[in-house]
């Protein structure tokens, strides 16, 4: 009888961390039907994520975002209606008409510069000025809307902004809005020096300046006599009829692209 060598190939199997081939096969098998598993919550979770109804806290953000943006997004004659009314007391009522509306302005540029300064302090992006008669057309006010990013910045800028103001035969009331004049209308006259009065208010994220005076032209040095009642009364009342409607929250639509849910 021949004797035969051991066959090195009949020994124990090889191990790789301790763990045979099909071991690790099994192990191999049980991390993928892991990743599959992890995978297909995550997919479950954005799905439902992105098909979610949005937040009240969502809407709101919404809401604040698009009342910001109108400055840029709506027609300057829907941020300035032709017609703003006004109260004269004693239940009479007439309606300030729109002249004309300024090219768009910096926040430095249309303001004396002790208001710009309170402006650009608090981000100001812009400054938008119309200018109205009243009903005779023997006031002129030119209204100034600064728009910030959010209502706590118009807010801030408000409180801030200067509370004294003195006429000067040069530049009228100041510091105060700039005026706007259009030559062939009744505000062709109304320039800085014709400035005797200024207003402002606040609503939402914008701030809203007014500057008055008579449509002749006339400094406000040269007032000398008290007027019966207030000539200028008119202006914030004007400024809070452009604001109000700007400043107002719409209820968001998420399915139109104007949104931002």
């Known amino acids: 009888m021949a004797f035969l060598p051991p066959n090195p190939s009949s020994g124990p199997p090889a191990t790789v961390l301790g763990l045979h081939a099909r071991q690790w096969m099994v192990v191999a098998v049980a991390l993928g039907c892991c990743y599959l598993v992890v995978a297909a919550v995550a997919l479950t979770g954005a799905w439902a994520m992105l098909n979610r109804e949005p937040t009240t ?69 812009a400054l938008l000025r119309a200018t109205y008669t009243d009903q005779l057309r023997g006031v002129v006010v030119t209204v100034g809307v600064a728009a910030f990013a959010d209502a706590w910045k118009a807010d801030r800028a408000f409180k801030e902004l200067p509370t004294a103001a003195l006429p000067d035969r040069s530049s009228g009331v100041r510091p105060a809005l700039r005026a706007v004049s259009f030559p062939g209308t009744a505000a062709a006259r109304f320039i800085d020096a014709a400035r005797q009065d200024r207003t402002a208010d606040r609503g939402g994220p914008y701030v809203l300046l007014t500057t008055s005076g008579h449509a002749d032209g006339r400094p406000a040095t040269a007032v000398t006599k008290e007027h019966p009642g207030d000539p200028y009364a008119l202006a914030p009342q004007v400024a809070r009829g452009i604001s109000r409607p700007l400043a107002q929250k719409a209820l968001p639509d998420c399915s139109r692209r104007e949104w931002r849910c």
């Open 57 to 125: 806290a969502e809407l709101q953000r919404a809401a604040d975002a698009e009342v910001a943006r109108r400055w840029e997004a709506w027609p300057a004659g829907r941020i300035f209606p032709e017609r703003v009314g006004y109260d004269l007391g004693r239940g009479r009522s007439e309606f300030a008409s729109r002249v004309g509306i300024a090219a768009q302005g910096t926040c430095q540029t249309a303001v004396d510069p002790e208001i710009a300064a309170v402006l650009r302090r608090h981000g100001c992006r």
